[in-house]
């Protein structure tokens, strides 16, 4: 068994955490919002979903991201898994077609579009190491 998350609570706040990581990077925010790739996360152990889109014009920051799936947009892509494999995947310990293949993480929608961002986002693998280092050290994998 990997390591777990305190409560569903403690999940969002890393996820937050890693989404405002990137959506402030000076390359990999603008890089996403570029992108332009609607995604929704279902993480099903902790009974939550995220959906993610790109800002827009007007908008602050590069990113835009609701805890729910009410949103005025729909998801290009869609992804479930558990918090775990979602910890593991953002210190860069999970590989993702590798996780597809072997369904723990279930995927749908235009997947050869979210897995074109992967290079973009491998930066934040050590920036969120690095954050559950300084806040959650139980969390490394």
């Given at each position: 068994m990997?390591?777990?998350?305190?409560?569903?609570?403690?999940?969002?706040?890393?996820?937050?955490?890693?989404?405002a990581l990137m959506d402030e990077d000076p390359e990999m925010g603008p890089s996403l919002?570029?992108?332009?790739?609607?995604?929704?996360?279902?993480?099903?152990?902790?009974?939550?979903?995220?959906?993610?889109?790109?800002?827009?014009?007007?908008?602050?920051?590069?990113?835009r991201w609701e805890w729910t799936d009410d949103v005025d947009w729909e998801a290009r892509v869609r992804m479930r898994m558990s918090s775990e494999v979602a910890n593991r995947y953002f210190q860069g310990k999970e590989n993702v077609p590798l996780a597809i293949a072997r369904r723990r993480i279930?995927?749908?929608?235009?997947?050869?579009?979210?897995?074109?961002?992967?290079?973009?986002?491998?930066?934040?693998?050590?920036?969120y190491r690095a954050l559950l280092e300084e806040r959650w050290p139980q969390l490394l994998a």
């Open positions: 990997g390591v777990e998350f305190d409560s569903p609570r403690q999940f969002r706040e890393a996820m937050d955490a890693v989404f919002r570029d992108a332009d790739v609607p995604q929704r996360f279902e993480f099903d152990d902790v009974d939550l979903v995220v959906n993610i889109r790109a800002s827009r014009a007007g908008e602050p920051g590069n990113l279930k995927a749908g929608g235009d997947v050869k579009a979210a897995l074109a961002l992967i290079p973009i986002t491998k930066p934040v693998y050590a920036q």
